[in-house]
């Protein structure tokens, strides 16, 4: 049976995000999930964390009093800016948290960067259904395989070696990965016999390679592909491209490189 909403397959599941309210700078109620620092957090099941690249108390023409007519520590965090002790701190704090709270949480998002020990500290959450990284330096996806999420963005994962790790979480049904640039096999992604929704991107001012589509064949789940600014290293004609689309049976919506096909089943 089909998990994702009409609006989430036109819109993209992580573009709604469920859960988490959009934040609305003049509006101090939308930033309820977001939190800085650990003893910002309340209890909550889900949160937006932004631990890493906290204002620097170094440079304070770059702290937001300079730049807000009315900060807010909640918004901009600490207005006189973290020392490099309080940084290291704050993201040593995070990364105990998680290991020591296992089934704190349902939803985690990452707005800042990740290096890979939060990475892994984050997958420590064994009740986790969400999980977003909106980029990071991490290498290694192996701890993975401790979480059964249904909806992973992975951003700008430029240094991802392995995607071996993924073809293992059966639960998914959103899955984004973002600028695996040492990847261009993805048919390890055929063995998620779930998913509904596959996004493969590049960053704005980069490409990456996909060696071929042939794998989509064998995901019958899948309701909604898109790629965006990537290559493909077999040439497909635009109707071959059709033609794969229409094999599959659930598939509502295709996207390759901004060219959106037509005919599939239809999402009305």
């Not at 807010?72 to 006189?80: M, V």
């Amino acid at each position: 049976m089909a998990v994702l909403t009409d609006e989430q397959i036109n819109m993209g599941y992580f573009d709604v995000f469920p859960g988490f309210p959009r934040i609305n700078i003049d509006d101090l109620s939308s930033f309820t999930n977001f939190c800085y620092e650990v003893s910002e957090y309340d209890g909550q099941e889900r949160i937006c964390v932004s631990c890493t690249q906290l204002p620097d108390s170094r440079y304070p023409i770059a702290l937001p009093r300079n730049f807000v007519s009315n900060p807010h520590p909640k918004i901009h965090g600490k207005l006189d800016g973290y020392s490099q002790k309080e940084q290291r701190q704050i993201l040593k704090e995070w990364i105990e948290f998680f290991q020591a709270n296992p089934q704190a949480l349902k939803g985690l998002h990452f707005c800042s960067h990740v290096p890979q020990r939060l990475f892994d500290a984050a997958c420590c959450q064994t009740e986790l259904e969400e999980l977003r990284f909106k980029w990071g330096n991490y290498k290694d996806l192996s701890a993975l395989n401790n979480i059964h999420v249904k909806y992973l963005y992975i951003g700008s994962g430029a240094g991802v070696q392995d995607i071996t790790p993924i073809s293992g979480m059966k639960s998914l049904v959103v899955l984004v990965i973002e600028n695996f640039k040492r990847i261009e096999d993805f048919s390890p992604l055929a063995a998620l016999e779930n998913l509904e929704q596959l996004i493969i991107q590049s960053t704005i001012l980069g490409r990456v390679a996909i060696k071929d589509l042939e794998f989509l064949r064998y995901m019958p789940s899948l309701r909604t592909f898109s790629t965006g600014n990537t290559t493909l290293r077999k040439k497909y004609t635009q109707t071959e491209l059709q033609n794969l689309f229409a094999s599959l049976p659930n598939l509502m919506y295709a996207c390759v490189n901004v060219k959106r096909y037509s005919g599939i089943k239809d999402s009305g």
